[in-house]
């Protein structure tokens, strides 16, 4: 069956950094676009970052960020061993969350992965940073 398994949160300090990964299986990866969201206590979840699949778009993937994120994550993906990573750098306490992996097979840019809710989700993994 379709499963998406998330790895690499922990406690970090501010400027800090992360790397999550999600490891796919029960699908072909390259089909589908990806993303990060995450959900922080009392708040809604959001789209973090996304990337297309360009089997779907015909076209070169397709990135997205959101706007505070922006120039501290690097989302990127790998086909053949089915991860998608996301690299956080100069963490901030607003990051804190729990970080959710998800896979579309219908999103065809990276904005609309991120502004739609996805149809597979992983279990999440928590990122804190605090000092």
């Known amino acids: 069956q379709v499963q998406l398994v998330e790895s690499g949160g922990d406690l970090v300090q501010p400027g800090g950094s992360l790397r999550l990964s999600c490891v796919a299986s029960?699908?072909?990866?390259?089909?589908?676009?990806v993303g990060w969201f995450r959900q922080a206590p009392g708040k809604e979840r959001e789209g973090v970052s996304c990337i297309s699949s360009s089997v779907i778009s015909s076209a070169n993937s397709t990135t997205y960020y959101k706007p505070s994120v922006k120039g501290r994550f690097t989302i990127s993906r790998d086909n053949a061993k089915s991860t998608v990573y996301l690299q956080m750098n100069s963490l901030e306490p607003e990051d804190s969350a729990i970080y959710y992996c998800?896979?579309?097979?219908?999103?065809?840019?990276?904005?609309?992965?991120?502004?739609?809710?996805?149809?597979?989700w992983g279990q999440g993994t928590p990122v804190t940073v605090s000092s």
């Open positions: 998800a896979a579309d097979p219908w999103a065809n840019t990276g904005q609309r992965m991120c502004i739609l809710t996805p149809t597979y």
């Open positions: 029960g699908f072909i990866l390259e089909h589908y676009s």
